[in-house]
Nanobody, 116 residues
Framework: QVQLVESGGGLVQAGGSLRLSCTAS????????MGWYRQAPGKQRELVAT???????NYAGSVKGRFTISRDNALNTVYLQMSSLKPEDTAVYYC??????????WGQGTQVTVSS
């Protein structure tokens, strides 16, 4: 089994920056892709960015050019550097990991609030 612990959320003004971290433990050898998703009040959870073990990345169009996902395999940690934040980025951000080829694990979520 894989466990994920997120950190780094908080309150920031529009135009500001935050960095989220997510550290995996447990069966880390089986993790392939990791990523970040977010869920705003009254909305469905949506993809923000994903990264493969080989560091190939994919971004939602709404964050491309503003957010950067990265990964340190030695530390079993994935990061999300968020810049030029907008009020519409306000959401609970969830870390995600795929292990064993098909098992999806979610973190507990971390709140990001962007004030205008």
């Amino acid at each position: 089994q894989v466990q994920l612990v997120e950190s780094g959320g908080g309150l920031v003004q529009a135009g500001g920056s935050l960095r989220l971290s997510c550290t995996a433990s447990g069966s880390i050898f089986s993790i392939s892709d990791m990523g970040w998703y977010r869920q705003a009040p009254g909305k469905q959870r949506e993809l923000v960015a994903t990264i493969t073990r080989g560091h190939s990345t994919n971004y939602a169009g709404s964050v491309k050019g503003r957010f950067t996902i990265s990964r340190d395999n030695a530390l079993n940690t994935v990061y999300l550097q968020m810049s030029s934040l907008k009020p519409e980025d306000t959401a609970v951000y969830y870390c995600n990991a795929i292990s064993g080829g098909y098992i999806t694990t979610w973190g507990q979520g971390t709140q990001v609030t962007v004030s205008s």
